[in-house]
């Protein structure tokens, strides 16, 4: 059984950066493509970034786009999210999720089959 842990989250002031790391155990996560949410206090939750299996195809939703690269290493079972000139509007709580068999539209968190418990972000001064 897959298991997602994410890591990375903390205080930053805006225009800094973090790194969000999303760690897995269970199972081999270069079978799955992986997909970043965040989801802000009283906010639904929403898609932010995505990367194919093999790393090659990236998406990301329109806020983030320009600030915020995704990116994997198989061979330590993890996935990244470099998030950089961070807005106060980047505050949520980031979540890290798997889908073994495809995605049809990534942003979409129903897709999903497997979830970390999420790390904080908070972006403020």
């Known amino acids: 059984q897959l298991q997602l842990v994410e890591s990375g989250g903390g205080l930053v002031q805006p225009g800094g950066s973090l790194r969000l790391s999303c760690a897995a155990s269970?199972?081999?996560?270069?079978?799955?493509?992986i997909g970043w949410f965040r989801q802000a206090p009283g906010k639904e939750r929403e898609g932010v970034s995505y990367?194919?299996?093999?790393?090659?195809?990236?998406n990301y939703a329109d806020a983030v786009k320009g600030r915020f690269t995704i990116s994997r290493d198989n061979a330590k079972n993890t996935v990244y999210l470099q998030m950089t000139n961070l807005k106060p509007e980047d505050t949520a709580v980031y979540y890290c999720?798997?889908?073994?068999?495809?995605?049809?539209?990534?942003?979409?968190?129903?897709?999903?089959?497997?979830w970390g418990p999420g790390t904080q972000v908070t972006v403020s001064t």
């Open positions: 269970g199972a081999t996560l270069e079978y799955y493509v």
């Open positions: 999720a798997a889908e073994r068999f495809g995605l049809v539209k990534w942003w979409r968190d129903d897709e999903y089959d497997y």
């Open positions: 990367i194919s299996v093999s790393g090659s195809s990236t």
